[in-house]
């Protein structure tokens, strides 16, 4: 690892716009996570066009702000409402609400916001000795390795999305059919353009995204903010007590590793991970008929893995240009529009922007535990605004900024269709991030395979000749196996919890 590039990327961090577009990342991804519904893909979605005219270290590292900004701020209406911002903090809800009725909600919120920072902070400083290693690595991959790793990419992601087996495939067949629209990648002859010259470019990406998560989810949200909401409880005192520091301390170690492995994995992510995490301290606890009456431990260890989570997932994103979760195909989205396409190549050639991508995580972490607690009452009365008054708002930005990417009226038509598609497939219970991932690695798989086919003369078997494409063929077998048993067991598990949460 090249040391003077790692402390050049701070030079990077502490250039006084770079401080301003953290602080202004991890400020709204903290917004998002308390506005239940809107996500940090579909926020980034909407401002992928804003990030056009700014330069690539400051906007990406706005971004990933949101990113892991929006995990802790999904706490503070999990504790406070018992009301998820964030499907991450889903598990969080058991404990912390618990520990809010208790007259704890300043414990729990205190001790999720030490979590969040010791388990991103420490994901971060694995990211920073890994990610070299796997970019080296990844050099030596050809259009074979390329092939079978974006089919256990997309295997994966939808074999371990949150709907049903069947509906993630199918999502996902669907988003690598519209990505073979415009001209074929090898011979430029047209394919599914019905004699468009505006689909013979193919679809962008920023368009899907914006018209699926934005749009789409926006629709989809303006169904359930019309309810009431529940009254917002108090916090009191933000700092944990030394008893409540000693309960969660290893919850907060096995969080967070936890968080960082399978972050690491496509389709893993902060949700799974929450979710393992409170599993994990369940079964190691002493007494677990604690848990789901005000555990704090509950509350410390999802939050340390789901913020560990957040960080870990840019590894492959930024080393492989593989994308493990809907929020990183969206950032995959805006480092291309940047022109700078992610992959083993980017620490060679941008090494500003990745280690300034990777070095501003420390500083946006101690943003985010500094302004956590400070800020939760200004988060909170930001639930009152009616949904009235900031959908009608956030579709217009979505519609302006789709304008302005190439002046196309077409364009805006597009994100209407895919923003319908996307409200439909969340109504069917289709979940959209498999299909948005799926357009994102296929335009990777059909290149790298048909490449492929031509270097074997068309021959099937020479991805088992080549002895790193072996090894990932046989992940993709064995995972073809394993994880539609590890499927049953997490489904399991998550049927437990709704059930103990429907107790409480």
């Known amino acids: 690892m090249d040391f003077g590039s790692v402390l050049s990327g701070f030079e990077v961090v502490f250039e006084p716009q770079n401080i301003l577009y953290c602080v202004i990342g991890v400020t709204l991804g903290m917004l998002v996570g308390v506005l239940p519904g809107l996500g940090p893909a579909a926020t980034i979605a909407i401002l992928l066009p804003i990030t056009y005219n700014i330069e690539p270290a400051p906007a990406v590292i706005m971004l990933a702000g949101i990113f892991y900004g929006a995990q802790y701020g999904g706490t503070i209406t999990s504790v406070l409402l018992k009301l998820p911002g964030e499907a991450s903090t889903v598990v969080t809800a058991l404990d912390g609400h618990q520990m809010a009725r208790q007259g704890k909600a300043g414990s729990a919120l205190g001790i999720a916001a030490i979590g969040s920072f010791i388990g991103g902070t420490a994901s971060i400083v694995l990211l920073t000795f890994i990610a070299p290693l796997v970019a080296d690595a990844a050099l030596e991959f050809g259009p074979a390795e390329y092939t079978v790793l974006a089919l256990i990419g997309i295997f994966l992601v939808a074999t371990l999305g949150n709907g049903a087996l069947i509906k993630s495939v199918a999502a996902a067949g669907v988003g690598l059919l519209l990505a073979t629209v415009g001209l074929d990648p090898l011979v430029g002859t047209p394919r599914f353009t019905f004699g468009s010259d505006q689909l013979s470019d193919g679809i962008d990406f920023v368009i899907v995204a914006m018209g699926v998560f934005g749009v789409g989810e926006i629709l989809y949200n303006l169904e359930h903010r019309l309810r009431p909401q529940p009254a917002v409880l108090s916090f009191g005192r933000a700092i944990p007590r030394r008893l409540e520091w000693l309960q969660s301390r290893m919850a907060i170690l096995r969080g967070s590793i936890v968080g ?17 995490a409170y599993a994990v301290e369940k079964r190691s606890a002493k007494d677990p008929s604690r848990f789901g009456k005000g555990a704090i431990e509950g509350v410390a260890g999802p939050e340390s893995a789901n913020n560990a ?5 840019f590894i492959p994103l930024l080393t492989l240009g593989i994308p493990a979760n809907a929020t990183m195909a969206v950032l995959f989205g805006a480092l291309l529009l940047q022109g700078i396409p992610p992959g083993p190549q980017l620490i060679v050639d941008h090494p500003d922007v990745f280690w300034g991508v990777v070095n501003s995580m420390y500083l946006g972490n101690i943003i985010l535990l500094l302004l956590s607690i400070p800020l939760i009452g200004v988060f909170v009365r930001l639930l009152r605004v009616r949904a009235g008054i900031l959908a009608p ?10 304008y302005s990417i190439r002046n196309n009226a077409f364009d805006m038509f597009l994100v209407v269709a895919l923003g319908i598609l996307g409200y439909g497939m969340k109504k069917l219970g289709f979940e959209p991030g498999p299909f948005v991932l799926a357009f994102v690695l296929g335009k990777l798989l059909e290149a790298s395979f048909r490449r492929s086919m031509r270097l074997f003369d068309g021959d099937v078997l020479g991805f088992f000749q080549r002895p790193v494409s072996a090894v990932l063929v046989a992940v993709l077998v064995l995972t073809v196996v394993v994880i539609p048993l590890l499927r049953m067991v997490r489904n399991r598990q998550a049927a437990r919890i709704a059930r103990e949460t429907r107790q409480v």
């Open 309 to 313: 989570a957040a960080t870990s997932s």
């Open 260 to 276: 960082f492995v399978l972050g690491v994995l496509p389709g893993g992510g902060a949700t799974m991970s929450s979710l393992v």
């Open 393 to 402: 708002l956030t579709v217009l930005v979505t519609m302006i900024g789709v």
